[in-house]
């Protein structure tokens, strides 16, 4: 009876800890896009210039893409609870500051600093969760909901952005980080069994921190400045996106040679875990045409207000949640990862075409909310799928490595989608006003622009995933616990 209990116990304790991860994830990624929708009012109070105002999302970016990688590695070191916690109180610290920003460098800074503080607490989540989880069918599901948040937070972001910023102020977008980040913090050093890492002297290398890191948030830095502002041919983009491969390369033959790297160059041996990475870097920057591209039609064209675009988005993130949370864990474990990425990578590519036809008097209900079920489908079965795929095969001491990895080639993805399509949509915008095309169509023809580069962009990263991915191997003690499933799952298809 006692060993029941105790284990009862146990259990109910991994997964409040999931609980606990899974609300400091969604913190990182609500404050990437909760911003998003109070941007105009920050610039009236602050006096912001289009292009300073930027900044305020750029400084978040490039701090947090930068310094994943160093981030996951340093948990696989030290312990991932501790960076976890020590990301908390950064991030929250750095979020009072935003909050109480009346100068528009101090906000800036402070963004800037909470990006950092977001590397810390996300990059080392998903290593957390594959060492909590180390059985596969409950690995597959807590990867399930982990997936969700992630991928489900920005569109969620949109909403709680809209409902804050008209009902309170802008400044609160920030302040509620703070009660949420200390209750996180207090409630992980309860459920979050504190873990050992591996040592300094396992992977202390300072010269390939100081290359990766630089290489990443210049890299990051190119995109979403530069590049954004003068064109991917521009003098200036060059030579930072130069200085930014150059600093790569240096971080790959310091690896390479270095007794004990920080980055172990192993890892990428897998092709499930390179070509998820990669999948996931390609879908992540074409469907941000929906977030971005499809706010601003609702907004520019349509003429939604900031709550009325957040509700809009509703519908794609209740599909998400439902089958990422519920099915995509099971189908994934009866049918393989790999089986399952597939059709959900061409639901999100299928959503992204029908967008590329949306027109100047287009209804929400025919034109926009098939795309937004579509992609909600196809993001809720594929990324669960990618986050096993992406964790597939490696050790555990390398876990905190592979999580970072995962969150760098997302954000990177994010900060090159964001750049490639709302230049590409520019340009055709322009084109079409230069034409003597109404305001409402050209800016419509170059969002279409922008949905087809996304279509693409998936439609790539579907052909990596037939030409490289696997579904992993099982072993054979699994059996007995698979037909369970697979008859939970018949049984639950059939009433559906």
Same mark, same amino acid.
């Given at each position: 009876m006692t060993d029941t209990f105790e284990a009862s116990s146990a259990e109910r304790s991994r997964w409040a800890a999931l609980v606990v991860l899974c609300v400091g994830m969604l913190m990182m990624v609500l404050d990437a896009t909760v911003v998003n929708v109070a941007l105009p009012a920050i610039k009236d109070d602050l006096g912001f210039s289009q292009s300073g105002l930027a900044w305020v999302v750029n400084g978040y970016l490039i701090s947090f893409g930068g310094l994943l990688l160093l981030s996951g590695r340093l948990g696989d070191l030290i312990g991932r609870r501790d960076v976890f916690l020590g990301g908390l109180v950064l991030f929250s610290t750095a979020s009072l500051a935003c909050g109480l920003a009346q100068d528009q460098s101090v906000l800036v800074a402070a963004r800037f600093i909470q990006g950092c503080g977001g590397a810390l607490t996300s990059a080392v989540i998903l290593g957390m969760i594959v060492t909590l989880f180390p059985e596969p069918s409950e690995q597959a599901r807590a990867i399930g909901v982990f997936s969700f948040v992630a991928s489900a937070g920005g569109s969620i972001g949109l909403l709680a952005g809209g409902v804050i910023t008209q009902l309170v102020s802008w400044h609160w977008i920030f302040f509620i980080n703070l009660p949420i980040g200390v209750a996180t913090a207090v409630a992980a050093r309860k459920y979050v069994v504190r873990d050992r890492g591996i040592g300094l002297a396992k992977g202390a290398d300072v010269p390939g921190a100081v290359f990766v890191?630089?290489?990443?948030?210049?890299? @990051?830095?190119?995109?979403?400045?530069?590049?954004?502002?003068?064109?991917? &041919?521009?003098? *200036?983009?060059?030579?930072?996106?130069? =200085?930014?491969?150059?600093?790569?390369?240096?971080?790959? @033959?310091?690896?390479?040679?270095?007794?004990?790297?920080?980055?172990?160059? &192993?890892?990428? *041996?897998?092709?499930?875990?390179?070509? =998820?990475?990669?999948?996931?870097?390609l879908t992540v920057a074409g469907m941000f045409g929906m977030f971005f591209l499809g706010v601003l039609y609702l907004q520019q064209v349509k003429g939604y207000d900031a709550l009325q675009t957040g509700l809009a988005y509703l519908p794609c993130t209740i599909v998400m949640a439902v089958l990422s949370v519920r099915y995509t864990e099971r189908l994934a474990m009866r049918f393989g990862a790999r089986t399952v990425l597939v059709p959900g990578l061409a639901m999100i590519a299928v959503g992204l075409g029908l967008f590329a036809r949306v027109p100047v008097d287009g209804t929400y209900l025919v034109d926009v909310m098939p795309s937004a079920l579509f992609m909600g489908a196809g993001v809720g079965i594929s990324f669960p799928a990618l986050m096993m795929l992406s964790m597939s095969g490696v050790r555990p001491e390398d876990a905190g490595l592979a999580s970072g990895l995962v969150n760098t080639t997302c954000q990177v993805g994010a900060a090159l989608g964001l750049a490639v399509l709302a230049t590409l949509s520019t340009a055709r915008t322009e084109t079409l006003s230069r034409a003597g095309r109404p305001v409402k169509e050209a800016l419509v023809g170059g969002y279409q622009r922008g949905f087809v580069v996304g279509t693409v962009l998936v439609l790539v990263a579907l052909g990596v995933a037939l030409a490289v991915i696997r579904n992993p191997q099982q072993p054979a003690v699994q059996a007995d616990a698979q037909a369970e499933v697979d008859d939970d799952l018949d049984a639950e298809l059939a009433v559906a």
């Open positions: 890191t630089s290489a990443l948030m210049l890299a @990051v830095y190119t995109i979403v400045s530069p590049a954004a502002t003068y064109g991917w &041919g521009a003098g *200036r983009t060059l030579v930072f996106g130069a =200085a930014s491969v150059a600093l790569l390369v240096a971080f790959v @033959v310091r690896e390479a040679t270095c007794a004990q790297p920080l980055v172990p160059l &192993g890892i990428f *041996r897998s092709r499930n875990v390179t070509g =998820a990475n990669v999948i996931q870097a």
